[in-house]
């Protein structure tokens, strides 16, 4: 009787082990997770993956360069069925991305950019959501006076948000740009947006109505900076993009001076790139099904007093 | 039997983490994954030669991966305004033997502690890779021939193995066959008695300095050409694991001493945990958490040399 059990165990554990080798398998790369926004697509793209059954193998490429280019590599040569990239740079990368296609591995990334190796990126339009956030801070403060700006032209997707803001702020001539910050550093960028910023603050005190940031987790930062030089909301307008709990809890929040963000869907956007791969790398459908472009755009949605609530829940 | 462990313990160890990722990590024997292991590992080892030619002197070098970072940018600029890759090359190459000395003379002409200069050093380069990029990369599809510094490959092994193989070759004779060797070895164990003894020690420091800044321009030159980009701090992991290598270097072939063999047995075994674990498939931060181990298991054998190092003047 115990030999039984005990090879019945067996058999189970080795059909266990056989399903769990014949899973789908994905690998994940995160370009740096100390991100919130990396991580949100990642953890995204991990939790739609099991929950399909898939085995997930998630990489942190710490926001360096030669690591991610390694890690993919490593991925290649695991012979995962799949890959997905969040935030990655098919310019920088296109080598290693090449190589995925070559070993016939599907691609898909996540606010990448468009590379030819990849089946799709999928994104939000930027150029939209910078027309969003730059409009929307104008209006605030009447089309009229002095602002500060913290840009990040590091990353695509932040730098066309910038360059929107100069094409509005083109249209728009009575509003001026009195002081700008320029986030160099992605390792230790909240150090750089709190000096750079509180810099421009002190220097500008009492001589500027608004304050565009290029992202949330700068927002957050600068909002900070505002409140300890004992600014009430209202005082200045703070918009920047992202969003998340914390930019909601903030607009929300009757001391903050954030006012207004641009909620990029990363949780949706995880989950969609997991759906195309299951269309295409499983279900066998064509990519021009999804979608026929380079590009898989997802919508995004200005989030303010007026319809925080929502978001909240 | 214990000198034998003693000696060989670490090397062992190595080859038992081989064996164990050979049998239960997917694809890990591989000719093209065990290809892609030596690959990853040449950075590393490059920069761990040069790292062991300043400790082997008894000087810290902790500039070099910001230096290598700096020398990157110059390639980038240099290609990015159509100059020709050989000079883009030389220039790298120059950044970093120039960063090197002034490390040297530092130490040797101004007397400021290794540990102190090559800090301060480190923040100018990275300061000017900044001001040279304005905090955005170089990214370009430049100069085919340029690029094959890296991925370019001899009889299907990747160029980059064979550079690191020679340049791993060339400081391995150095070191242990030639009186330059002995010389700067004397110097780094007992730099009075050396003197005494006729040894130009000064000299030898502000060449283990250069070299050490001379290989961070050579890593520099492949990770551009790697990469196809160059970005500010672009090298900065290489930091800490560089210094693992070496530390971990030091525990075996000639245990307490930094030795070139064992620093490219260092970068190797740092190189199988970082594939292997992918093929494993540990999650991300697992490899973090071991290189912590791995610094701290390998201090532990060598702290006085390095103690040595840090405060010598």
């Known amino acids: 009787m115990k030999k039984t059990l005990i090879g019945l165990a067996a058999a189970a554990a080795l059909l266990a082990h056989s399903a769990a080798a014949n899973a789908f398998e994905i690998g994940v790369v995160a370009f740096q997770m100390s991100s919130e926004t990396h991580a949100r697509v990642a953890n995204a793209v991990e939790a739609a993956a099991k929950e399909k059954g898939w085995d997930v193998t998630v990489l942190n490429s710490n926001g360096t360069l030669p690591t991610h280019a390694e890690q993919i590599e490593n991925l290649v040569q695991r012979g995962v069925d799949g890959i997905i990239l969040a935030m990655s740079k098919p310019v920088e990368f296109d080598a290693q991305m090449a190589a995925v296609k070559e070993a016939g591995i599907p691609l898909i990334t996540v606010m990448s950019g468009a590379s030819p190796h990849a089946l799709m990126d999928v994104q939000v339009n930027e150029y939209a959501v910078g027309a969003s956030a730059a409009l929307y801070l104008l209006g605030q403060i009447g089309y009229q006076g002095p602002i500060l700006t913290q840009r990040f032209e590091s990353n695509v997707g932040t730098r066309v948000r910038g360059k929107m803001l100069d094409v509005v702020l083109s249209e728009n001539t009575g509003v001026e740009v009195v002081g700008t910050h320029s986030m160099a550093r992605t390792k230790s960028w909240r150090e750089d947006v709190r000096s750079g910023m509180s810099a421009l603050i002190l220097q500008n005190a009492g001589n500027f109505k608004g304050i565009w940031a290029s992202f949330d987790g700068q927002a957050f930062i600068i909002d900070d900076l505002l409140k300890e030089q004992g600014m009430n909301k209202g005082d200045v307008v703070l918009v920047s993009i992202d969003g998340g709990a914390e930019t909601y809890r903030r607009i929300k929040d009757p001391d903050s001076m954030l006012m207004a963000t641009v909620a990029i869907p990363f949780e949706k956007m995880g989950a969609a790139a997991v759906d195309a791969m299951q269309k295409i790398a499983i279900d066998g459908a064509d990519k021009a099904s999804i979608t026929s472009g380079p590009y898989l755009f997802m919508d995004a949605e200005l989030v303010d007093a007026a319809n925080v609530d929502k978001y909240l829940d | ?313």
């Open chain 2, 1 to 313: 039997m214990k000198q034998l462990v003693a000696k060989y313990g670490t090397a062992l160890s190595g080859l038992a983490l081989f064996v164990v990722f050979l049998l239960f990590a997917r694809n890990f024997a591989s000719p093209a994954n065990l290809l892609t292991v030596l690959k990853q590992a040449s950075f590393l080892a490059i920069f761990a030669c040069g790292f062991t030619f300043a400790l082997l002197t008894s000087e810290l070098d902790l500039s070099f991966a910001s230096i290598a970072s700096l020398a990157a940018v110059m390639v980038g600029w240099l290609l990015h305004s159509d100059t020709s890759w050989l000079i883009a090359v030389a220039a790298g190459l120059a950044v970093g033997t120039i960063g090197g000395l002034l490390n040297g003379l530092l130490v040797t002409a101004i007397k400021v502690p290794s540990l102190i200069a090559t800090l301060g050093t480190a923040s100018i380069a990275t300061g000017t890779a900044f001001m040279v990029t304005g905090g955005v990369a170089f990214v370009g599809r430049w100069d085919a021939s340029f690029l094959a510094l890296a991925r370019g490959k001899v009889l299907g092994i990747p160029f980059l193995i064979i550079i690191m193989f020679a340049i791993v070759a060339i400081s391995w004779f150095v070191t242990r066959l030639t009186p330059l060797g002995v010389h700067m070895q004397a110097t780094g164990e007992a730099e009075g008695a050396a003197h005494r003894a006729g040894i130009a020690t000064k000299r030898m420091k502000l060449l283990g300095l250069t070299l050490s800044g001379a290989a961070a321009g050579a890593a520099a030159v492949l990770l551009v050409a790697n990469l196809s980009s160059a970005a500010p701090q672009m090298a900065g992991d290489f930091l800490l694991n560089a210094i693992a290598a070496v530390l971990l270097g030091m525990t075996m072939f000639d245990p307490g001493r930094p030795n070139i063999a064992g620093s490219f047995v260092g970068a190797l075994i740092l190189a199988i945990l970082a594939n292997g674990l992918v093929l494993f498939g540990a999650p991300y931060y697992l490899q973090d958490i071991m290189l912590g181990v791995i610094v701290i298991g390998s201090v532990g054998v060598s702290a006085s040399v390095l103690k040595k190092a840090a405060f010598s003047v």
